[in-house]
C-alpha cells in the first residue's frame, strides 16, 4: 500500500557532499521507524540509520556516525539522508524503508524503495 521512491543519488568525489530524499505516498506513514540501508555489488545489504518517526531520535552505523545525518518532514511523509566527507567505500545502492520496530536488520522494514545509486570516485 505504501510506496517509497528514492531520489537524489549520483556521482561525487571523494570528500563531497550529497542529499538523499524518500518520499512516501499511499496515505499517513504508519510504521514507527524509517531506516536506510546501503548495498554494493557482491555484498550483503547494510544498516546505515533509521530515526523513529514520531520521536525524532535516530540510530547510526559505525561507518555513518559522524558523517550522515537522518531527518524526516512527517508532514511531507519524506525521509532524508544527509552525506558528507564521502568515501569510495560509500558506493552503493542506497534504500529507505518502513518497518514497526527499531532494528538494524532489514528483515525487520516491511517497505522498500527502489534505490538510488550513489558512486563517490577517488
Known amino acids: 500500500q505504501v510506496q517509497l521512491v528514492e531520489s537524489g543519488g549520483g556521482l561525487v568525489q571523494a570528500g563531497g557532499s550529497l542529499r538523499l530524499s524518500c518520499a512516501a505516498s499511499g496515505g499517513t506513514l504508519r510504521s514507527g521507524f524509517m531506516g536506510w540501508f546501503r548495498q554494493a555489488p557482491g555484498k550483503e545489504r547494510e544498516f546505515v540509520g533509521n530515526?523513529?518517526?514520531?520521536?525524532?531520535?535516530?540510530d547510526y552505523a559505525d561507518s555513518a556516525k559522524g558523517r550522515f545525518t537522518i531527518s524526516r518532514d512527517n508532514a511531507k511523509n519524506t525521509l532524508y539522508l544527509q552525506m558528507s566527507s564521502l568515501k569510495p567505500e560509500d558506493t552503493a545502492v542506497y534504500y529507505c524503508?518502513?518497518?514497526?520496530?527499531?532494528?538494524?536488520?532489514?528483515?525487520?522494514?516491511?517497505?522498500w524503495g527502489q534505490g538510488t545509486q550513489v558512486t563517490v570516485s577517488s
Open positions: 524503508a518502513t518497518g514497526v520496530t527499531n532494528s538494524w536488520w532489514p528483515r525487520a522494514y516491511g517497505y
Open positions: 530515526i523513529g518517526w514520531i520521536t525524532g531520535i535516530t
